[in-house]
């Protein structure tokens, strides 16, 4: 199926098609019989094109189509008109940061006991603080929840910024206990799962496993050295 464009309601009254109906009004009108002749269950993709327009399709746009950005993948196709129609694609004047979500990290941080900088360098590496980020694998938001795992934690929208943080890092929690707070071996069981940590009894040969662990505990000292320099505190060889 290709995808069907649907452009965002301009700000001024729409002009009126031919049967008298707003041209939003229309193309929704085309999207609900269109939704209404397909099965509920499958795939649905939902993007913003490079005008800021939606589309729909049941097939991931080629890889190759760099200025298509996936907001959403579901699984049926019920409601989907309503998403289109009335969730609002937020414009992109800037980038994310942890300044946008700090006292979310900061609440569940001090809930799990876990240090609010590793919180922040795990959501940078995973998302880049977008979100609306969805990976190949169908991880999601923030902190890049898989579906099992935000079910476990009893969520159900994933693109929540306050309930993804909230689940991310009681997944932290989890798997500080159940690694004895040994953060690299943490990381790596975010990362690959924990059933990989078990079975090669420590970080798993995976190229992108190695990498993140790396780039995560990286991030980390960057962030306290800027905190401590924000404080005026230098290291030990500083004056």
Not at 37 to 54: F, K, N, Q
Not at 177 to 198: H, K, M, S, T
């Amino acid at each position: 199926m290709k995808p069907l464009p649907l452009r965002q309601s301009p700000r001024a009254s729409a002009p009126l098609t031919s049967a008298g109906l707003p041209r939003l009004a229309w193309r929704f009108l085309v999207l609900c019989l269109i939704l209404a002749t397909l099965p509920v269950a499958a795939d649905v993709y939902i993007y913003r094109g490079p005008d800021g327009e939606r589309l729909l399709s049941d097939k991931p746009v080629l890889t190759s189509a760099h200025q298509y950005t996936l907001l959403r993948h579901r699984r049926t196709l019920k409601n989907a008109g309503h998403i289109l129609a009335n969730r609002q694609v937020k414009a992109e004047t800037r980038r994310n940061s942890a300044a946008d979500y700090r006292n979310f990290i900061e609440d569940a941080s001090q809930q799990y006991q876990i240090d609010p900088l590793l919180v922040e360098a795990v959501i940078q590496i995973e998302s880049g603080f977008n979100p609306n980020a969805v990976s190949r694998k169908g991880a999601t938001g923030l902190m890049q929840l898989m579906k099992d795992t935000a079910s476990q934690y009893q969520v159900s929208d994933r693109f929540d910024p306050r309930k993804n943080i909230g689940a991310g890092v009681q997944h932290l929690r989890y798997l500080m206990d159940r690694y004895n707070g040994q953060i690299p071996l943490v990381l790596a069981a975010y990362n690959a799962g924990a059933g990989n940590v078990d079975k090669y009894h420590g970080i798993p040969p995976f190229p992108e496993t190695r990498r993140y662990v790396k780039k995560v505990l990286e991030h980390q000292i960057q962030l306290r050295a800027t905190n401590l320099n924000s404080l005026g505190i230098v290291g030990a060889g500083g004056r």
